[in-house]
C-alpha cells in the first residue's frame, strides 16, 4: 500500500498506542529557545550587520558561545558538549540564524557535518584528540566534500590519498569549504589513488595546522558573508593513518549519512531566515501607513504575511517530524530532504515578499530585510541543491511504491 | 551558608491576558519568564555559595507550569528545587503567597541563614513579599540591597534609601530584597539546562504537605481582592496656546480656576 503520504502510518512515520504526536515543544525546549533568544538578541544581533558589512567573522562571540556550549550541541557532556537532541539543536540553530544567518551556518555546519561524524564515526582516540576540542569551540570545524569539478556529482571527487607507509598522502583541491577561512579541525573527503570512482572513498581528519594544507582567500558572497567560506587545497598533505575516520571505502556512506543529518540543521537555518523575515515584516506593516491607513489593513499584504507564516510553520513541522524520527533513530533520509528543501525555499520567498511589503526601503541597506534576502539564496544550493533534494524524495517515495 | 530565594514566574509582559473574576493574571499558556530581579537574587546567591560555599535553594508558588522557572534556576546552577502547588493557592495576594512560602521555608532544613528575593516583580511591582516573609518569620530584613558581604557571623549590606547609600550590618538569618546593582547575570550553558531538566529533581509540596488550612491560602487566605483591573487611560496630548504673555496668564488662570486648584482669594485691585 502507498504510504509515502504518511496516510498509514502517521507523519511520524510509526504507529500504535504508545506512539504520541508532539506538535508542541516540551518545557525544555521552550527553554531552551527563550536562553539561546536571550543571548543572540542581546550579544549577536548588533554584531549581526557588521559581519556582512565587513566579511567579518565575530571571534569575540564565537567564544563567549563556545563557553556556553553552543560549538557542542548534540555531543554529550562526556566529550565537553550540551548532550542536546535533535529537535533541541535545531531549535539552538534557527535562533541564531534568525539573528544571523552567517552565524548560523557555523554553527550549524560545525555541529551536524564535522563535530557529530566524528562523534559517531571516531574511534576513542580520535575522538579525544579532535571532537573534544570541537565541542569546546577550541577549534572550529568543516567538511569539505565539494571541488571545482564535483559539486553535486559528490562521489566523482578527484581529490586523491595514497597510503605510503603509515601516512596518507593527499593532494587536490576543495572549494566552498563553509567555516574554511576560521576551521582548526578538517574533515576532508578523498579517494584511495588507484581506487574506482566510490570505491575507495575515504574521509581524513587532517588539523589546519598540517603542512600541506593551505587555504586561499574566502570566497567574496553575496550572502552569509560573516561566514569565511574558502578554498582549501592539499599539496602532497601527509595525515597519519589514525586520522582516517571510518575504514577505507566508508568515506560514502559516512558522507551520506551524515548529510541527512546536517540537512535538519540547514533547515532549521534557513527556518530562522525565514522567521526574520516575517518579524520584520509584520512589524513594518503595522507601522507603515499610505492611503490613510497601515499597510498591515491592505488585503494583499494580509495575503503576504499569512502565505509567509504557513509556509514557515509548515517548514516549522517538517523540521521537527524530522528531528524527531532522528532521534528515535529511524530511516529519516526522504523527511529531511523534505524539510531541508521546503525550509529553504520558504525561506527564499519569505525574504523576497519581505522586501515586496518594505517597497522602496526594502531595497536600501538601512533595513535589514535586504541582508535577509541575500543570505536567504544559497539555502536552495548548499548541503544538496533542492533539485538533489527532490531527487532523494523521489527516489524514496518510488522505491517503496509497490 | 544556606540561602533560600524566592522566585516568581512572571508573564514576559507583553502578552498578559486577565482573569475578570479572579482580577488576575491569567499565567497559563502565556510565554512565562522568572522575575528579572528575582533571577539577579539568585545569581547573588549563587555567587555568595561560589565564594563562601553553602547550598542554594530555589523556591517558587504557582501552577505546575512554574517548574519550568525552577528548571532554569536550577541550570543557573541552584542546588535544589522546591515548587508549592495546589489548586488551593490560586488567587493569592501577595500576603497568602508570603504565608505560603514562609511556611516552605520554616519546613526546609537546615532553616536558611539568608533568604532573598527580587525587591519587586514587573507584573504587580508591589515589592510586599520579601517583608512579608521576614515578618512572618520574625527575622530581620533589608531591602533594596545593591551589595552583599559577609563579615564572619553577620551581613554587611549596601542599600539605597532616600537619597543616601546605607550600609548596614545585619545578624543572620535575615531576608534581603535586592536590586539590579547587585550583580550581572550570566548566560546560561546549554548542557547546564538539558541537566537541569535531565539530572536534577524538583520537589514538590501541596497545600497539606505544608500544613496549611484552605482559608490561609489563596484568593480565601488574601487580606486584599482585587477590584479592578483596567489599563491605564490615554494620556492626554498637551495642548500648546500661542498668544501674548498677558492673553496666557488669563488664559490659565481661568484654566485653573475651573479645575478647582486655586485657593479662594480676595482679589486685590
Not at chain 1, 572550529?140 to 564535483?150: Q, R, S, V
Not at chain 1, 559528490?154 to 576551521?183: C, M, P, Q, W
Not at chain 1, 570566497?219 to 575516520?245: A, F, W, Y
Not at chain 1, 523575515?277 to 506593516?285: K, T
Request: charged share 25%.
Amino acid at each position: 500500500m502507498f504510504n509515502a503520504l504518511f496516510q498509514e502510518t502517521g507523519p511520524l512515520g510509526g504507529r500504535g498506542p504508545k506512539e504520541e504526536m508532539h506538535l508542541e515543544p516540551t518545557m525544555k525546549q521552550a527553554v531552551l529557545r527563550r536562553t539561546a533568544r536571550k543571548f543572540c538578541e542581546t550579544r549577536l544581533s548588533s554584531a549581526a550587520g557588521m559581519m556582512d558589512r565587513d566579511a567579518r567573522f565575530p571571534w569575540d562571540i564565537a567564544r563567549e558561545m563556545a563557553d556556553l556550549q553552543y560549538f557542542g550541541l548534540e555531543i554529550p557532556a562526556l566529550y565537553g558538549g550540551a548532550g542536546l537532541d535533535t529537535a533541541s539543536s535545531a531549535i539552538v540553530i534557527e535562533e541564531i540564524a534568525r539573528v544571523s544567518a552567517a552565524m548560523g551556518l557555523c554553527v550549524s555546519v560545525h555541529n551536524s557535518v564535522s563535530a557529530y561524524p566524528l562523534y559517531l564515526y571516531g574511534d576513542e582516540g580520535q575522538r579525544r584528540e579532535y571532537l573534544i576540542p570541537l565541542a569546546r569551540g577550541e577549534k572550529i570545524g568543516t567538511f569539505c566534500l565539494t571541488e571545482p569539478n564535483a559539486g553535486s556529482d559528490a562521489s566523482s571527487i578527484e581529490t586523491r590519498a595514497f597510503l605510503h607507509g603509515d601516512e596518507y598522502v593527499l593532494n587536490g583541491n576543495k572549494i566552498f569549504v563553509t567555516n574554511g577561512g576560521v576551521s582548526g579541525v578538517n574533515l576532508i573527503f578523498a579517494t584511495l589513488e588507484g581506487g574506482q570512482k566510490d570505491r575507495g572513498f575515504s574521509v581524513f581528519i587532517v588539523d589546519s595546522e598540517t603542512r600541506g594544507l593551505v587555504k586561499g582567500p574566502p570566497e567574496d558572497l553575496i550572502g552569509m558573508r560573516g561566514n569565511p567560506v574558502c578554498p582549501i587545497s592539499l599539496h602532497d598533505c601527509r595525515v597519519p593513518v589514525k586520522n582516517r575516520l571510518g575504514e577505507e571505502g566508508e568515506g560514502l556512506k559516512i558522507a551520506l549519512s551524515i548529510l541527512d543529518g546536517g540537512r535538519i540543521g540547514i533547515a532549521a537555518q534557513a527556518l530562522g531566515i525565514a522567521q526574520a523575515s516575517l518579524d520584520l515584516s509584520l512589524r513594518y506593516a503595522k507601522e507603515r501607513q499610505q492611503f490613510g491607513k497601515a499597510l498591515s489593513e491592505f488585503g494583499a499584504i494580509k495575503h503576504f504575511l499569512a502565505d509567509m507564516a504557513t509556509r514557515i510553520d509548515a517548514a516549522r513541522l517538517l523540521v521537527f517530524r524530522a528531528c524527531h524520527l532522528k532521534d528515535k533513530g529511524r530511516h529519516h533520509g526522504r523527511e529531511s530532504a523534505m524539510a531541508k528543501v521546503y525550509a529553504s525555499e520558504a525561506a527564499v520567498y519569505a525574504a523576497r515578499i519581505g522586501i515586496q511589503i518594505h517597497g522602496g526601503y526594502g531595497c536600501t541597506k538601512a533595513y535589514p530585510i535586504e541582508r535577509l534576502y541575500r543570505d536567504s539564496k544559497v539555502c536552495e544550493i548548499y548541503e544538496g541543491t533542492s533539485e538533489v533534494q527532490r531527487m532523494i524524495i523521489a527516489r524514496s517515495l518510488i522505491h517503496e511504491s509497490v | 551558608m544556606n540561602m533560600v530565594v524566592a522566585i516568581k514566574q512572571v508573564p514576559d509582559v507583553p502578552n498578559i491576558r486577565i482573569d475578570r473574576e479572579r482580577m488576575t493574571v491569567i499565567r497559563e499558556g502565556v510565554e512565562s519568564i522568572i522575575n528579572p530581579l528575582d533571577y539577579v537574587a539568585l545569581e547573588a546567591a549563587l555567587d555568595l555559595r561560589n565564594r563562601h560555599g553553602g547550598k542554594v535553594v530555589a523556591l517558587t508558588m504557582g501552577p505546575l507550569q512554574s517548574e519550568e522557572a525552577l528548571r532554569e534556576a536550577l541550570a543557573a546552577g541552584a542546588d535544589e528545587g522546591i515548587l508549592l502547588t495546589d489548586p488551593a493557592f490560586a488567587g493569592a495576594d501577595t500576603l497568602a503567597t508570603s504565608h505560603v512560602l514562609a511556611r516552605a521555608i520554616s519546613r526546609t532544613t537546615p532553616f536558611p541563614d539568608l533568604i532573598l528575593c527580587g525587591m519587586q516583580t514587573i507584573d504587580s511591582d508591589t515589592g510586599h513579599v520579601g517583608p512579608q516573609i521576614a515578618e512572618e518569620l520574625d527575622v530581620p530584613q533589608v531591602c533594596g540591597v545593591s551589595e552583599i558581604h559577609v563579615d564572619e557571623e553577620c551581613l554587611v549590606v549596601k542599600r539605597v534609601s532616600d537619597g543616601s547609600l546605607d550600609s548596614v550590618r545585619v545578624t543572620m538569618p535575615v531576608v534581603l530584597t535586592v536590586t539590579q546593582h547587585i550583580c550581572e547575570v550570566r548566560n546560561l550553558p546549554l548542557g547546564a539546562l538539558e541537566a537541569a531538566f535531565s539530572e536534577k529533581s524538583i520537589v514538590q509540596w501541596s497545600m497539606d504537605q505544608l500544613g496549611l488550612e484552605e482559608s490561609e491560602v489563596g484568593l480565601s487566605g488574601s487580606a486584599t481582592q482585587v477590584w479592578r483591573l483596567r489599563p491605564p487611560p490615554p494620556r492626554r496630548e498637551g495642548r500648546v496656546f500661542d498668544a501674548s504673555p498677558q492673553e496666557l496668564v488669563d488664559h490659565l488662570i481661568r484654566k485653573l480656576e475651573g479645575l478647582s486648584v486655586l485657593d479662594e482669594e480676595e482679589e486685590d485691585q
